[in-house]
C-alpha cells in the first residue's frame, strides 16, 4: 500500500524488514535520518534481534561491518561522501574478504571545496573496489533494491552498494510502497554464510597472500562479478513475480526502439531527462533515454544492445575524471567501441546545481545539429571562469579560487584587511 513517507525512512524501514542483525554507522548528511530511524526501531524493539552499535566513525562502521559479517551476521551500514572516503581500506578490505555486506550510500559531492548536496562523484571515487553498485532512479526502486541487495550479496558472498541521490531522494516525501514484512521473508531466504569464523571448526579469514596467488584471488573476485552480471536480470524478474512491479535489473531502456540520439544517465537525474525527451519527441526528434542500474558489474553487452541503433549518445554525468573527462561515459565508449557512435559527454548537476528539462532540451538540440562538444559542463558559468583565470595571471598571491568566486557571486562577505 501506498504511504506518503520520506525516502530515507522508507530505506529504514525496507532494511529493518530484511532483518538485519548488525547495523552499525556513524551519522554524516545526507545518510542520517536512515541510520536514525533504524536505531530507534532497534530501541524500541520493533528490530529484533539486532544489535545497533554506535562507531566513533566511518572507518569504524565499516570495520565493525567486517567483523559482524565475518561472524556469520547480516550487517548493514549506510554512508556518504567524506565518511565514503574515510572508510575506504575497509570499503576494500569487505569487497576482497568476499563479505556480503549492504551499505546505503546517499550520494553526495566530494570536498574540498566543503559541500554538503548531491552528486556522484562518491560512488565513483570506490568504483573499482570490488563492490557491486546499484543506483536507484526513484525513491522505490532505492527501497526495492535494497531487497534484491540483501539476496544478491549473500548469494555471492560479495558486498552490494545501493545508491541513492542524497536530498534528492533520501529527503523527498512521496508516495512509497514499503513491503509488508511476510513479503520480504519469502522473497529473502535466512543468511547462510560462505564463510564464518567459528570456534568450534576454527578458520583464518584476511589471510596474507603473496605474488604466488594474489592474482588469481583477484581475479576469481572478479568472476564473481561477472556471475553478477547473470544474476541480476534474474533477481529482478524474481522481485517482479513477488512484489508486483518492475524494478532493478541492469538497465533500463526508454523510448529507444527508433531513438536516433539517446542519453545514458544513471539515478533521479532521469525522470528530468525523460521529460526532456519527450519535449523533444513532440518537436519531431528522435530522442530515447537509458538508465543503468548496474554500475559494477557494468553490463557492456546489455548497453551495447541498448543503444545499437542509435546515431549519437550523450552520457549525462553527475561526477567527471579531473584532467580526463567522463567516468560513465568511458564506460559506454568501451561498450561500444565497435559501433559508428558519437558519444557526448556532459556533465551537470555538480555538487547539487539543478539539472533543469530547459537545459537539457538545449543540449539534445545542440546534439541533433551537431554543435554539441565532445565534453561539456552544462550551465557552466563561462564569466566566472574567465575571471579567476585573469586573476590567476595578475599575481602570484591570487587567493584560494572558491573564496574569490564567492566574492565575485556577492555570497560572502569581503575580506576584512
Known sequence: MLRQIEGSRAVAETVARCRPEVVCAYPISPQTHIIEAIGAMVKSGQLSPCEFINVESEFAAMSVSIGASATGARAYTATASQGLLFMIEAVYNAAGLGLPIVMTLANRAIGAPINIWNDHSDAMAVRDSGWIQLFAETN????????????????????????????????????????????VDAFLPPYEPRQVLDPSDPISIGAMVGPEAFEEVRYLSHLRQLDALERIPVLAGEFTESFGRESGGLLHCYRTEDAETIVVALGSVLGTIKDAADARRAM?????????????????????????????????????????????????????HDDDLTIH????????????????????????????????????????????????TATRRSGPSAENILRDLGTVASRIG
Do not use: W, Y
Open 140 to 183: 522505490q526502486e532505492a527501497v526495492d533494491l535494497h531487497i534484491q541487495a540483501f539476496q544478491l550479496a549473500e548469494e555471492l558472498s560479495l558486498p552490494v552498494m545501493v545508491c541513492m541521490d542524497g536530498f534528492i531522494l533520501t529527503h523527498a516525501v512521496e508516495g512509497i510502497d514499503v513491503p509488508d514484512q511476510s513479503d
Open 284 to 336: 519531431g526528434e528522435r530522442v530515447g533515454v537509458v538508465g543503468i542500474t548496474s554500475f559494477r558489474p557494468f553490463p557492456h553487452d546489455a548497453v551495447r544492445s541498448a543503444l545499437s541503433r542509435a546515431r549519437r549518445v550523450v552520457v549525462v554525468e553527475k561526477a567527471f575524471s579531473v584532467g580526463f573527462g567522463g567516468v560513465l561515459s568511458t564506460d559506454i565508449a568501451m561498450a561500444t
Open 345 to 392: 559527454t556532459v556533465v551537470a548537476g555538480l555538487g547539487g546545481r539543478a539539472i533543469t528539462q530547459h537545459s537539457l532540451e538545449g543540449m539534445l538540440v545542440d546534439a541533433t545539429n551537431g554543435r554539441l562538444e565532445r565534453l561539456t559542463f552544462l550551465d557552466l558559468d563561462h564569466g566566472i571562469i574567465e575571471r579567476e583565470r585573469d586573476r590567476m
